[in-house]
């Protein structure tokens, strides 16, 4: 189990005392997103850093300075051939832009695309079909408007599919990801 809380992450192993990662003095987390093996956690001033679940232990496994605040994040679904780990992380920042992180161990957290977008990202949903052949990225903004975009699975490349203002209202547009059957 794993608490995150605005100043620490707190990982309670089934077995055993509890560990906690304190965030450094003067910032707060803002945001949170992992699977069963990963976690990464946004702070204030757009901070990214990066934590492995490894033997029983959660370790800080990379970090990287977006110098932008953070408005929303998601990881990929996670894949039985990277053992069980998500492939890929998507960063929605105030600067109305997503940016797709790589989460490989030899280019962790490094920029693989940008998208801009006329308004801020206020959710960011990764969704995968096909067997796992097709990788979708549902971007939602705070003027309501919805843009899917399919990433190429072997590069990360983006390719805008469809926008579209969901909703009379203008409202943030937020995603939560649901298991389903292929």
């Not at 946004?42 to 990066?50: E, I, Q, T």
């Not at 232990?57 to 990929?76: A, F, N, R, V």
């Not at 409202?171 to 292929?182: L, N, P």
């Amino acid at each position: 189990i794993l608490q995150v809380h605005k100043t620490a992450v707190v990982h309670i192993p089934p077995e055993g005392e509890a560990t906690q990662w304190d965030a450094p003095d003067l910032t707060m987390i803002e945001h949170a997103c992992g699977n069963a093996m990963q976690m990464t956690i946004s702070l204030n001033g757009g901070d990214l850093r990066y934590f492995q679940l490894t033997d029983g232990q959660l370790l800080e496994s990379g970090t990287e300075p977006l110098d932008k605040d953070i408005s929303c994040m998601d990881m990929s679904v996670a894949e039985e051939e990277l053992g069980g780990s998500a492939r890929y992380l998507a960063v929605g920042c105030v600067d109305d832009t997503v940016q797709l992180l790589s989460l490989q161990q030899n280019t962790m957290l490094a920029k693989i695309c940008i998208a801009s977008f006329g308004s801020q990202p206020s959710s960011v949903c990764f969704s995968v079909h096909g067997g796992g052949q097709t990788i979708l990225l549902l971007a939602g903004c705070v003027n309501g408007e919805l843009t899917r975009i399919s990433v190429a699975a072997g590069t990360g490349s983006f390719s805008i599919e469809h926008q579209q203002l969901l909703g009379e209202a203008v409202r943030a547009a937020g995603f939560v990801r649901v298991a389903h059957a292929d």
